[in-house]
């Protein structure tokens, strides 16, 4: 399904996006970073409640809530966490399977409880949130919302807003899911333990671009995760005339795993307009620090 061409419009405007840029619209005031004295949580950027949590193989691990709602309580966690396990943390924002809404599909093994939290957070953002579907699959159990803004009653199709709410349920793991901290990029600044394996850019970073009909081609990304990254990838395309129809951001744990349809004066990228859109992508995905006008 292909959204109006002002999809993604506001890109031509945007500039290289820091964490910060977020920090006063991307979540909720009281899910800032409060920092402790004598903490050892790097206060840099934005930040998520610190919290001091023990991860034994004999022992259940205790989960961090407010009022309970966004986790599962402890004594319902399966054998997996006696093994130390920590699930990958997937957030899904897909804005091509409905016409209507922007679908929203949040996983963490089977960690999750009913999500009220996130789904208030999101709506602080303006947004109309209806929880769809709750579907298992083995051990893995996903959530799936139905996004729209409150104002219009239309899909959310400004980059800006989309990667707020990608940063604002990735806030709420952190919060709610301390340990989800070692399996997401954004742990390594704020969270209670930061990844042990850290991603080379270079060796992490896959793009490509292949037909999907006469109107239109589909790109892939997939790069390391890091705040701002759908922005930078917006601002790019935009740059060069590179028209996003419709997207799909995918978060797993330090990867982003992105698809976009784009099209080129109403029309499919040859095959020269793809090789300089991929080799702008990695020349800049590959250097996250570049002079924002040097590619």
């Not at 399977?97 to 996130?118: E, K, N, P, Y």
């Not at 807003?161 to 990029?185: D, F, G, M, Q, V």
């Not at 917006?234 to 996003?244: F, G």
């Amino acid at each position: 399904m292909a959204i109006a061409g002002s999809f993604f419009s506001s890109a031509f405007s945007l500039r290289r996006s820091r964490f910060s840029d977020f920090v006063s619209t991307a979540a909720p005031k009281s899910l800032l970073f409060q920092p402790q004295i004598g903490a050892a949580v790097p206060s840099i950027r934005d930040g998520f409640p610190g919290f001091g949590i023990g991860l034994s193989r004999r022992k259940n691990i205790v989960h961090a809530s407010v009022d309970g709602v966004d986790s599962v309580g402890s004594t319902s966690l399966k054998s997996e966490q006696d093994t130390d396990f920590v699930p990958m943390p997937i957030v899904l924002i897909d804005q091509d399977s409905d016409s209507d809404a922007t679908i929203v599909q949040v996983s963490f093994g089977d960690r999750l409880g009913a999500l009220i939290d996130t789904m208030m957070a999101l709506k602080d953002l303006g947004l109309d949130v209806a929880k769809g579907t709750v579907t298992t699959e083995g051990s893995e159990k996903q959530t799936k919302f139905f996004i729209t803004r409150l104002a219009t009653g239309r899909k959310v199709e400004d980059p800006d807003l989309l990667e707020r709410i990608r940063l604002t349920i990735i806030n709420n793991l952190l919060k709610y899911h301390p340990e989800s901290s070692e399996r997401l990029a954004m742990g390594e600044a704020f969270g209670i333990k930061a990844p042990e394996k850290k991603l080379d850019v270079d060796i992490a970073t896959h793009i490509y671009v292949k037909e999907d009909g006469p109107k239109r081609s589909l790109l892939c990304i997939e790069t390391a995760d890091r705040p701002g990254l759908l922005l930078e990838i917006i601002k790019i395309m935009a740059d060069i005339n590179i028209n996003v129809e419709s997207a799909e951001i995918d978060t797993e744990g330090l990867v982003a795993k992105d698809k976009f349809h784009v099209s080129y004066r109403g029309a499919a990228l040859n095959s020269s307009l793809s090789q300089v859109l991929t080799n702008c992508l990695r020349y800049y995905l590959r250097r996250p620090e570049t002079d924002e006008d040097s590619y």
